[in-house]
Each structure stands twice: as C-alpha cells, then as structure tokens.
C-alpha cells in the first residue's frame, strides 16, 4: 500500500513516497491510520498495528523473517530503546555529551607518556633479562672460594631393654661444631662454558627487549595516528553538523 506524503521546503511542496515493497511475493500490510515518513523502508513480510508511527531512515525488513508490530508505536525511538534494552516508558534523550568527553580523553591520550611497563609481554622480557643476569653472576661467583659453618647436637644410649629409651638421665649428649672452606681447583672448564652460555642468554634477552621497544613504539605511533584521524572526522562531523542546524 503506498500512499503520498509532503515534505515543506523553502521553494515548493514536493511529494515524496516511502518504499513499501514486497520480497516473495509478501507484501507489508500497513493499516490506514499509521505514519510512515518519507524516506523510511519497509519491505517484506511486515504486519503493522493500528495507529503506528515509522519516523524518518527507520528501515523494517522482514525479507528474513516475519515482523510483527503492536498497536501506537513508534518504530525509531521504540527500536532503539528495545534494542539498548531501555525501558519503554522512559524518556529517550540524545545528547553529544559523551562524544565531547570521549574526545577529550582521546586528547588525553595523546599526550600522554608511553611506559613499556603496562605491557604485559615487555615485563615478561624484563624479568627474564635480570634472571639471566643473576644467573651468570652465580656461575661467575662459583670461582671463588667458599667457607661455610656447620653445628650439630645429639644424645646417644645403648641397652637391650626398650622401656630405658625414656630415662632421658642416662642419655650421653654430643655435639659438633666446624667451618668448611671450599676451594674450587678445575672442573673440566664447564664453569667456563657456563658463563658464556649465561652470556648469550643475556644477549638474546636483550636483543628480545630491544625488538618489543620497537613493536610498541610503533603500535603507539599507529595508535595514535588513527587517534588523530577519528579526532579530526569527529570534528569535521561536528562542525558540519553545525552548519546544518544554523540552515
């Protein structure tokens, strides 16, 4: 069912027509008393309720599956509060608030300091490096000579009745006490062979911190460079839609 709706312009009254088409051959049945704006779309297997309301680009299809529509409503405020899951009853209000604080964070963002440290893979590559290094400081010390003190204490008794293990009076007690110095002489050269593999250990963890440095500062060069664009459109966006409004 199609049916003439005016749109009032500055220079003429012109007749502009809503798309109402069928898909296989199921054409929407709209009733008489529904509103549908100039350049709304309702297509296929739609069934309306009476005295509905289809606003300006709302687009119904119902080419997939069957659509079916109460009585009073108001098909684009209704949709969208269904669709954000917004009670019916409340006033729906669109404001540019949170676009104006949105921007002002992604400004925020782009002057601030970058930290490696909030990356979770370069802390993973830090403390790798420094258990390396604690690892060739510990081949390197294994060269120097060690001293180590040792104290131990004991009580002894011997007899062939079990009952006297608790006459604690006849035990004997000893004790030891010494200090042990370890001079290391030659050991094959494997500490040696050990140091330079802790070495290259080093290396290649250092290598590896370097390379990740280098992928973040370029996610953040990129970062931000899609920042500044999204910044930029937004405002074109904004001022544009400014013009219009004063026209």
Known sequence: MHRN????????????????????????????GCFIAPNA????????????????????????????IGNMLLISEDALKYQIGMDMNNKLVLTDTMVEQRKQAAL?????????????EYSALTSALTLNQYNLKRYQLAALPSLNAFWSYGSNY????????????RYSPSSVIGIQLNVPIYNGSLRHYQVQEAKMNIEKSENNLANMKLTIDFQVSQSRTTLKNAILQAQSQHHQGGHKKRY
Not at 10 to 29: A, F, N, T, Y
Not at 158 to 166: E, L
């Open 5 to 32: 709706v005016y749109f009032w312009s500055q220079q003429s009254e012109i007749s502009i027509m809503p798309v109402i088409l069928p898909v296989k051959g199921i054409s929407p049945q709209i009733p008489e």
């Open 41 to 68: 779309t309702i297509v296929g297997d739609v069934v309306m309720g009476e005295d509905c309301s289809v606003w300006f680009n709302a687009v119904i299809r119902g080419d997939v599956n069957s659509i079916r």
């Open 158 to 169: 011997g007899s062939t009745r079990a009952s006297d293990m608790f006459l604690f009076n």
């Open 108 to 120: 925020d963002l782009l002057v601030q300091e970058k930290s490696y440290d909030r990356v979770p």
